[in-house]
């Protein structure tokens, strides 16, 4: 399973930027999905995770301003970012659980500065 991920950038406080995420391979049925962050100097943490059955959760930070969402069918992940803050800056990594294994995408980097 490969993950891609696309749409990072600049935007300025208060803007919006939507993430996706593209999950190639064959043969394979993803369960849990998520994005996740890490800002420079600290720990990578997750940002927000949806099941095949589409649940959600999110992390307190990002609650009313993030919305994730999943496409199984195309084996895809979005996350709509709104509202974004000077504080989510960071490198977003999706992330596919396949059975027991995790698979990480490569990183999008989003700058929220003016």
């Known amino acids: 399973v490969q993950l891609q991920a696309f749409g990072g950038g600049l935007v300025q406080p208060g803007g919006s930027l939507r993430l996706s995420c593209e999950a190639s391979?064959?043969?394979?049925?993803?369960?849990?999905m998520g994005w996740y962050r890490q800002a420079s100097g600290k720990q990578r943490e997750l940002v927000a995770s949806i099941s095949r059955g589409g649940s959600t959760n999110y992390a307190d930070s990002v609650k009313g301003r993030f919305t994730i969402s999943r496409d199984n069918a195309k084996n895809t992940m979005t996350l709509q970012m709104n509202s974004l803050k000077p504080e989510d800056t960071a490198v977003y990594y999706c992330?596919?659980?396949?059975?027991?294994?995790?698979?990480w995408g490569q990183g999008t980097l989003v700058t929220v500065s003016s």
């Open positions: 391979g064959s043969g394979f049925s993803i369960s849990g």
């Open positions: 992330n596919a659980k396949v059975v027991l294994t995790s698979y």
